[in-house]
T-cell receptor, first 116, second 117 residues
Framework: GENVEQHPSTLSVQEGDSAVIKCTYS??????FPWYKQELGKRPQLIID?????GEKKDQRIAVTLNKTAKHFSLHITETQPEDSAVYFC???????????????FGQGTILTVHP | GAGVSQSPRYKVAKRGQDVALRCDPI?????LFWYQQALGQGPEFLTY????????KSGLPSDRFFAERPEGSVSTLKIQRTQQEDSAVYLC???????????????FGNGTRLTVT
């Protein structure tokens, strides 16, 4: 089955700096890569996602890049703010063809702390 | 509310007890997923429903775990003879599209934190 590795496990930055979280996946059939933000005791919330026919996607301060050949994808957060502090999870799935986008394999998570 | 609702929010069970966890998906959502999230880990897939049909239960860890969605709306995850290793947060998620889709991503509930003593 699919295996997703995520690094680093913890990341500490100063407010205004950029943060980068990286993930690798094992199954070349995976074609959907969402990122979730989870605050303590709360639900995972989708912050951005990308399909394998796209190399990069940006939404305001957040961007995701995908390298299909190397089987890795990254989350970039610019101009970090204290409210960005949370646990971030990458995930992968094989959408379409009978299986589903919703059957996600998650990484282990990155605890991001943004210091004011 | 418009979100996915789960109850109870917290559940403490003694080892060997049976528990039932409830999920109310967003109205009209076809797909419903259950995930298990151990402390400090990412969620792990348990099972998937499309309407009332359970199409994938490959993630259920043992035959003590059972899920149902009899009318294609509310779902219940039942764990029989709970063990300490069952302690985790159980997350439910729903999606408007069959199987979820790029244009209809998963909406998660806040989860039920199960502690088995």
């Amino acid at each position: 089955g699919e295996n997703v590795e995520q690094h680093p496990s913890t990341l500490s930055v100063q407010e205004g700096d950029s943060a980068v979280i990286k993930c690798t996946y094992s199954d070349s059939a995976s074609n959907y890569f969402p990122w979730y933000k989870q605050e303590l005791g709360k639900r995972p919330q989708l912050i951005i996602d990308i399909r394998s026919n796209v190399g990069e996607k940006k939404d305001q301060r957040i961007a995701v890049t995908l390298n299909k050949t190397a089987k890795h994808f990254s989350l970039h957060i610019t101009e970090t703010q204290p409210e960005d502090s949370a646990v971030y999870f990458c995930a992968a799935s094989m959408g379409a063809g009978g299986t589903s986008y919703g059957k996600l394999t998650f990484g282990q998570g990155t605890i991001l702390t943004v210091h004011p | 509310g418009a979100g996915v609702s789960q109850s109870p929010r917290y559940k403490v069970a003694k080892r060997g007890q049976d528990v039932a966890l409830r999920c109310d998906p967003i109205s009209g959502h076809v797909s419903l997923f259950w995930y298990q999230q151990a402390l400090g880990q990412g969620p792990e897939f348990l099972t998937y429903f499309q309407n009332e049909a359970q199409l994938d239960k490959s993630g259920l860890p043992s035959d003590r775990f059972f899920a149902e969605r009899p009318e294609g709306s509310v779902s219940t995850l039942k764990i029989q003879r709970t063990q300490q290793e069952d302690s985790a947060v159980y997350l439910c998620a729903s999606s408007l599209a069959r199987g979820g889709s790029y244009n209809s991503p998963l909406h998660f509930g806040n989860g039920t934190r199960l502690t088995v003593t």
